[in-house]
């Protein structure tokens, strides 16, 4: 109860500065979003109450960085805490390094049915979320600290929404693991999670891509706001059913039996994840279409990504009408969307590696 | 349906095809990309253009045609479906369903009925007094409806804005593209759109200052001329900048006229103007006939520096004894972002304005070169920079000449008129043949003069490629490291004594040296072109505008609403069917039904026979 009080309390005391002192930063529509937020924040909290904790965590993490920084970048070299713990940097590497960890603690879960490991895998991947995220707010603090000018939401290139991709997938992961009562396919959505981890530490370290950019005009856009997370809860909730179906093919052809939750658990979860994908990822493309309108004057010019999008929802569009009017089950829905996870991350990283257009922000 | 899945499946596999094979492109790039072969094959099926092709379309027309019979024909039974109730069941069928429960309770069927009402149930009594129907959830039949009206009313807006009624209107022959480089003006009637032309995406390049009623639409390897039902003029274009030099946003003010009434706007990317049904863009931009005024360098020293004055897409003339070649300037780009490294950091700057031009002789050959204006700072000092390449598909190869301690480049100059004085070079081989006390007969010093004054007239002929030849030719393979290290040695040494009033005067530090004699060898690589000095110049701009209408859009925007709508019903909206029978005096039998069962839908039917028992309980 007091939890509830404390969470609605500091969403509407955050929102309510926000919009009293940061509003020449923000355009009607921002404005707009700030103020939709309040609620969708709230009803987030209660339908998952685990939320409320990370949002808390978060806001207190985010609140001694901006304490620490004192209005001026400098200090993240010289200040012990900034340095190591709380600049955006540590904090997305300290989710980097408790991804793996999680997954091992699962793995051994899994295999040893140890209880304790199955809690410890899942606290792990609770603090890597809690710092991913607040790794992105600090981050977010940290562009208005270059300038105000190139201050601006952290999911504007390639490295940042990598990041953004590990925490919605390992949120939704950890919401579907509270809901179904089972650890047990920690280690098989934590695989994906992981090779995105990967990805982030040879981009920081071989690319230096990690460094804050400014804008370019084609993103300066309320609608990235809402058109990039939505799109990300989409491949999130994609990736997470595709483990899920390699898991329940393992466990079928596999003898897997004993470390996997029933056929039946799994199948419901492939659905879930994949029917909220799909709605997440529908309303991102319309948005997408809509801001195109606006951006490039025309809501669709077939560029590579639109059209990879559109075989992306063509593909999971079939595997719902599959499921829910042709009454379909089993192995084939399972490699089906399997493979989707490849459709899925050609149009997510393929697209920017191997084809041109104008979604070219996120070059390697 | 089957039909229509295989058109479905075509659809996609040609959409991946429009992405790998690059969309629109000028035909001579496919030509040469697949070859004489493949070239015309490709073209046959439209792959270049593949998302207006006329197969495409028929597909999508299908498939929206096919998608109206069907909802046309499922539509009145659905509705139907939603306002009836299911039959009722007999005690023994109910036994079948996964969720059927049998208990006992002191709460007769009224109050049994009215926990399924709170529950959102509809209730049905039966002829029989025992037995009760509900249901729930029947809005998510409409989830059908909506999503596949949704599929129709955005194809229909996609159709509206596609180019469908050119496409018929050129295979009557009415229209046809134009694919000669003609003005606007000489384009003929047959290519041409009138202002009332339904939907069009067309681009409109106007310098600053520059007016125009019509743009352009590009077809296939040609294009269309569109009316526009104003007369747009460029006022200005300009870039805003981050602190670091990166581009913050492009900006158009352009004035329209439009039915005798003028509009000042100014667009930029993500905010376009619309007027009159038409939206303008902020698409482009490039150069629009800069003024550049410049200074012609001979980099042998072969003829004095001479002034030039141009402007972008200008040719000049410019004639040698033995050649005639011309200059054409392509472009002049104010703005030079680049990753720069000072104090053994990165860091991202704007290095200043350079300009591009191709330098062609008589037999139509071209080099193209790139000149920066400003020297360019590397390892903390600075260089004149100017790229050369023989083709556009190569990268630039730079010839660096080092700028003097006032950033300046006539030390160079000096430098290398210097090198080239007979005077100096005899003079300063004397001085360093007194110096050396190993000479001691006068045949040798005679001997070391010559071989070294020859050393030296090689490196001024050819450089150190001319120096590496001879030693080739002339010396035995194991002698030849240690022969061009003291060639090297020779040179540099008369190069610097040569130019000892420059560092004397402090113009350049000794180090400039060794950076002067890499330049002047590397200069006979850069071609013939004279180094190119950029004094002073007046930047005008082109904007490219992009020009939108689209009836269609609100269509699309409808469909998408309805989209998100239907899948909503579909997937989140559950139908449940129940049956309550009171088969003897409070002993009652509950079978649940859903099309769509799972774990969810289990714990849902518990709940609710948790709820009639606990009830009954307090």
């Known amino acids: 109860m007091t939890l509830s009080i404390l969470y609605i309390a ?9 919009l009293i002192n940061f509003t020449e930063f923000m355009d009607q529509y921002e404005i707009g979003i700030l103020i939709l937020s309040i609620p969708s924040f709230i009803w987030l909290g209660f339908f998952w109450p685990s939320f409320k904790k990370l ?10 960085a901006i304490y620490l920084f004192q209005g001026d970048l400098v200090n993240q070299q010289s200040n012990f805490l900034l340095k190591y713990f709380l600049s955006s940097q540590s ?54 600290l270059i300038n105000l000018d190139v201050g601006h939401i952290p999911i504007s290139n390639l490295y940042e929404v990598f990041v953004l991709f590990c925490l919605i997938t390992g949120s939704m992961y950890l919401y579907y693991e509270h809901k179904s009562e089972t650890k047990k396919l920690g280690s098989f959505v934590l695989i994906i999670i992981n090779a995105a981890v990967a990805f982030i530490l040879w981009y920081t ?20 706001k809402i058109h990039v997370p939505s799109n990300f809860i989409g491949y999130g909730a994609f990736s997470i059913s595709a483990m899920i179906a390699l898991a329940y093919l393992l466990r079928n052809s596999f003898g897997l039996k004993k470390i996997l939750p029933s056929s039946y658990v799994m199948e419901d979860l492939m659905y879930k994840s994949i029917a909220v994908g799909f709605i997440f990822f529908t309303i991102a493309t319309i948005l997408g279409a809509i801001w195109a309108a606006e951006a490039w004057g025309g809501y669709w010019s077939w560029d590579p ?38 459709i899925t991350t050609f149009a997510f990283i393929g697209v920017n590696l191997f084809l041109s257009g104008l979604h070219s922000y996120g070059e390697l | 349906m089957r039909f229509a899945i295989t058109m479905l499946s075509i659809v996609a596999i040609a959409s991946i095809i429009g992405t790998v094979i690059k969309q629109s492109e000028p035909y001579n790039n496919y030509l040469i990309q697949f070859g004489q072969f493949w070239f015309p094959v490709f073209e046959q099926f439209d792959l270049y253009n593949i998302y207006q092709a006329f197969w495409f379309l028929i597909i999508l027309l299908f498939l929206v045609v096919s998608t109206t019979l069907c909802v046309s024909r499922n539509t009145p039974k659905i509705l139907k479906d939603i306002k009836k109730f299911q039959s009722s069941l007999t005690p023994s069928s109910m036994k079948k369903f996964r969720n059927y429960y049998e208990f006992k309770t002191y709460k007769n069927l009224e109050e049994i009925s009215k926990i399924f009402k709170r529950q959102g149930f509809q209730i049905k009594k039966s002829n029989n007094p025992s037995l009760v129907i509900a249901k729930k959830g029947t809005l998510q039949k409409l989830g059908y409806i909506f999503t596949h009206l949704a599929i129709i009313v955005i194809s229909v807006g996609g159709i509206l804005d596609g180019n469908l009624l050119f496409k018929i209107q050129q295979t009557l022959g009415i229209k046809e593209v134009e694919t000669r480089n003609l003005k606007f003006s000489e384009v003929p009637f047959k290519s041409q759109l009138n202002e009332n032309n339904f939907s069009y995406r067309a681009t409109l390049m106007l310098n600053e200052q520059e007016k125009n009623d019509r743009a352009l639409i590009r077809a296939k390897d040609g294009y269309l001329v569109q009316h526009l039902p104003f007369e747009i003029k460029l006022d200005k274009f300009y870039i805003e900048h981050y602190s670091t030099g990166q581009p913050k946003s492009f900006l158009s003010d352009i004035r329209i006229q439009h039915n005798g009434q003028e509009f000042l706007k100014t667009i930029s990317v993500n905010k376009p103007v619309s007027i009159d049904g038409v939206t303008i863009y902020q698409s482009d931009f490039q150069d629009g006939g800069s003024r550049l005024s410049l200074t012609l360098l001979s980099l042998f020293d072969e003829f004095k520096p001479t002034g030039l004055s141009s402007e972008v897409y200008k040719q000049n003339e410019f004639n040698t004894d033995n050649e005639n070649y011309v200059f054409e300037f392509d472009d002049f780009r104010e703005f030079n972002i ?105 045949a040798a010093k005679k001997t070391f003069q010559q071989n070294t004054y020859d050393i030296f007239q090689t490196f001024l002929q050819s450089g150190y490629s001319g120096i590496a030849s001879v030693i080739e030719k002339s010396i035995p393979l194991e002698n030849q490291e240690t022969v061009a290290e003291s060639y090297i040695k020779i040179i540099y040494f008369l190069a610097e004594t040569i130019n000892q009033d420059l560092i004397k005067n402090q113009l350049i530090d000794v180090s400039f040296i060794q950076d002067a004699l890499n330049a002047y060898s590397d200069s006979f690589f850069y071609g013939p072109s004279p180094f190119v000095i950029l004094n002073e110049y007046e930047k005008i701009y082109a904007s490219g505008l992009q020009l939108t209408k689209d009836p269609g859009k609100i269509w699309v925007y409808i469909g998408a609403l309805f989209l998100v709508i239907g899948i909503f019903c579909m997937i989140y909206v559950q139908e449940v069917r129940v049956w309550i029978i009171e088969k003897t005096k409070n002993n009652y039998a509950i079978a649940f039904a859903s099309n769509r069962e799972h774990i969810d839908f289990d714990r849902f039917c518990e709940n609710i026979v948790k709820k009639i028992n606990i009830k009954d309980k307090t």
């Not at chain 1, 949002?55 to 001694?64: A, Q």
């Not at chain 2, 920079?385 to 190569?394: C, K, N, P, T, V």
């Not at chain 2, 660096?400 to 950033?407: C, E, G, T, V």
């Open chain 1, 10 to 18: 500091s969403i509407l005391i955050a929102a309510g500065y926000s």
């Open chain 1, 55 to 64: 949002f808390l965590t978060v806001l207190i993490l985010l609140l001694s």
């Open chain 1, 91 to 144: 904090l997305i590497m300290w989710m980097t390094f408790f991804f793996p960890l999680s997954l091992l603690t699962y793995i051994y879960h899994s295999i040893k049915d140890s209880m304790f490991f199955g809690k410890l895998g899942t606290n792990f991947s609770w603090i890597a979320i809690t710092a991913g995220f607040s790794g992105l707010m600090v981050r977010w603090y940290e562009s208005y």
């Open chain 1, 205 to 224: 370290f071989a690319k230096s891509a990690d460094a804050i950019q400014p804008l370019v005009p084609a993103l300066q856009s309320y609608w990235m």
């Open chain 1, 305 to 342: 990504k639109e059209t990879w999008a559109l075989i992306v929802w063509l593909n999971y569009a079939a595997w719902l009408h599959l499921r829910l009017v042709k009454g379909l089950r089993g192995d084939i829905l399972a490699w089906w969307s399997l493979i989707g996870l490849l």
């Open chain 2, 338 to 442: 680049f990753q720069v490294k000072t104090n053994n950091a990165l860091a991202t700057k704007n290095i200043g304005p350079s300009v591009v031009y191709k330098f062609r002789n008589s037999s139509g050959q071209a080099l193209e070169y790139q000149t920066y204006q400003n020297p360019i700072p590397e390892n903390d000092k600075f260089y004149f920079m100017s790229g050369m390449r023989e083709d556009l598909q190569s990268e630039f190869r730079f010839l660096r000449i080092p700028a003097d301690n006032n950033l300046e480049i006539s030390s160079y100059q000096m430098f290398v008129k210097n090198l080239k004085s007979d005077v100096l070079i005899k003079k300063n081989i004397n001085q360093l043949i007194n110096k050396s006390s190993f000479l001691v007969d006068e």
